[in-house]
């Protein structure tokens, strides 16, 4: 059994605990952090709009890319030592929502923590990646809270329906 835990800064935690509870002993557990392509690029862009092609060498895209790499070698690293047991820690880099889909293909489960409005019960609870990846995942997913979930009774009210006519 596959099970990937996809580790993301605020959440991490909750789902690496969750891979814990609910991973067999046996399972193989993949930790897996994406680096998003969007930072590095919005950096290049705005240094090649600026100062144009000159000094490829200053591109602070790269910079942005090594930080990031960085960042999620810390955050897996962190995981991995929570979680406390053997495991695989994967780095990618792309779009974050796509590459977390593909990285799930063949896997028995993947653990996700909702990361939108954590106030209240309802579909805005996942952020617009999350949302995808629930949506598109080619294998079950585990969705936690990274936090106690809030009561029922934040429960958004129905939406208004028009009276039935006769």
């Given at each position: 059994?596959?099970?990937?835990?996809?580790?993301?800064?605020g959440t991490w935690a909750a789902c690496v605990d969750a891979a814990r509870t609910h991973a067999p002993s046996d399972a193989d557990i993949v930790?897996?952090?994406?680096?998003?392509?969007?930072?590095?690029?919005?950096?290049?862009?705005?240094?090649?709009?600026?100062?144009?092609?000159?000094?490829?060498?200053?591109?602070?895209?790269?910079?942005?890319?090594?930080?990031?790499?960085?960042?999620?070698?810390?955050?897996?690293?962190?995981?991995?030592?929570?979680?406390?047991?053997?495991?695989?820690?994967?780095?990618?880099?792309?779009?974050?929502?796509?590459?977390?889909?593909?990285?799930?293909?063949?896997?028995?489960?993947?653990?996700?923590?909702?990361?939108?409005?954590?106030?209240?019960?309802?579909?805005?609870?996942?952020?617009?990646?999350?949302?995808?990846?629930?949506?598109?995942?080619?294998?079950?997913?585990?969705?936690?809270?990274?936090?106690?979930?809030?009561?029922?009774?934040?429960?958004?009210?129905?939406?208004?329906?028009?009276?039935?006519?006769?």
């Amino acid at each position: 059994m596959t099970v990937i835990a996809w580790i993301v800064e605020g959440t991490w935690a909750a789902c690496v605990d969750a891979a814990r509870t609910h991973a067999p002993s046996d399972a193989d557990i993949v930790l897996l952090h994406v680096s998003g392509s969007e930072a590095p690029g919005a950096a290049r862009g705005a240094y090649a709009g600026l100062f144009g092609r000159a000094r490829p060498d200053r591109d602070p895209g790269t910079v942005v890319e090594h930080l990031a790499t960085e960042a999620g070698e810390h955050l897996l690293a962190d995981a991995a030592e929570r979680l406390g047991r053997p495991c695989t820690r994967t780095e990618r880099r792309g779009r974050v929502e796509r590459e977390v889909v593909a990285a799930a293909e063949g896997a028995d489960l993947l653990i996700l923590a909702r990361d939108g409005d954590r106030t209240h019960l309802g579909p805005r609870s996942l952020g617009p990646a999350s949302r995808f990846i629930v949506d598109h995942a080619p294998c079950p997913v585990l969705l936690v809270w990274p936090e106690a979930a809030p009561g029922t009774d934040t429960i958004p009210p129905p939406p208004p329906h028009p009276p039935h006519h006769r």
